[in-house]
């Protein structure tokens, strides 16, 4: 696909770019580490600040209101993104790692025993590993682990190996921040559902680089992070069925996400915001700045990916030089990703 825009253009947009260090202009090629702010988010935030800085759902007051509706709209924004069938299935977070966390001690401390089994990959992230560990540890649990081959695919024939009936939960990466490698989720989401066994899946290296659908994946919990996608630190969200988030208890206390309080009891009550239900808490103003539109928009990211197919084995991998190419799972390749032209010598991503 040809660009419709130069890289000059493109780069221009990203005020950090303009830096010439060593007298030469900057290249950046650590997105999958973090990516820069663009223009139209770096306007967003200040704007905020500007114009509707308050607590949200907290006040009774003109600045409370708007800044609520706008948080509530950025969470209609990312159901839609993620294709969540309701928007109280999205949870704000305070990124990735904490969306993990949440579910590791909301899920652990309802549904994982002594002797039970949480199942996770060679190739995860520490993000995804850790607070498994944490887990097992404090409920006298075991965590075990799918290999993957010299090739760089995960072992699924190990996988089906160890699930057993003392599994409690799936967790595995979407995309390997290391491999590059592509995960067969949808493969691994129907092999645990068989068994009623729940899937989390770590979407934070593939949101930004193919179409995710979580209905259509059937995956019970996805996280990603917001700075991977152009908005700040400390925003992440948590995506779980509505089934599972109604029973989970809450991971951390605080205020606002009980209905009454007192020194004896606190009544937490149904609250309509999803965050207060596993006590979850990121930045008022982080929410619209995630769903704020950029040069890569979703909408365009989308648009871009849109003729391949929506299996997680075979999304799309990012434009050459970008990041590391994915390894696919043999005969699930994209028989014509549509990539866009390589960018010229010396440009930055």
Avoid at 210 to 229: A, T
Avoid at 298 to 325: D, K
Wanted: net charge negative; with cysteine.
């Amino acid at each position: 696909m040809k660009l419709t825009r130069s890289i000059e253009e493109i780069r221009g947009e990203f005020p950090i770019l303009s830096q010439k260090p060593y007298g030469r202009p900057l290249v950046y090629l650590d997105n999958g580490a973090t990516t820069q702010k663009p223009v139209q988010v770096l306007a967003v935030m200040d704007e905020i600040y500007r114009t509707s800085n308050a607590n949200v759902h907290r006040g009774v007051h003109f600045l409370s209101d708007l800044i609520s509706e706008k948080y509530e709209s950025a969470r209609e924004t990312v159901r839609a993104f993620i294709n969540a069938s309701r928007k109280e299935e999205v949870i704000f977070t305070a990124g990735a790692t904490a969306s993990i966390n949440a579910v590791a001690f909301s899920f652990g401390e309802r549904y994982v025993h002594e002797g039970d089994e949480i199942l996770i990959s060679e190739m995860e992230h520490h993000a995804n590993i850790v607070p498994w560990q944490l887990l097992c540890e404090r409920k006298k649990a075991l965590l075990k682990v799918i290999p993957f081959s010299d090739e760089g695919l995960l072992d699924m024939a190990s996988f089906t190996t160890l699930l057993t009936d003392r599994t409690r939960l799936v967790a595995v990466t979407h995309a390997s921040n290391v491999l590059g490698t592509v995960n067969p989720v949808r493969e691994i989401v129907a092999e645990a559902h068989l068994r009623g066994i729940p899937v989390l899946i770590d979407g934070a290296q593939s949101i930004q680089h193919g179409i995710v659908d979580v209905q259509e994946l059937d995956c019970d919990f996805f996280v990603f992070s917001g700075h991977k996608i152009y908005a700040p630190t400390g925003i992440g969200v948590l995506y779980g069925k509505e089934k599972w988030l109604a029973e989970m208890p809450p991971y951390q206390g605080g205020g606002d996400m009980v209905a009454n309080v007192t020194f004896a009891a606190s009544w937490r009550g149904v609250r309509s915001w999803p965050e207060r239900r596993i006590g979850s808490w990121c930045s008022p103003m982080a929410p619209r700045i995630l769903a704020t539109p950029t040069p890569n928009s979703w909408t365009a990211i989308s648009a871009r990916w849109s003729s391949a197919s929506t299996t997680s084995a075979s999304m799309t991998s990012p434009p050459p030089g970008a990041c590391p190419a994915p390894v696919w799972p043999p005969g699930e390749s994209p028989a014509a990703a549509p990539w866009p032209a390589p960018p010229p010598p010396g440009a930055a991503c």
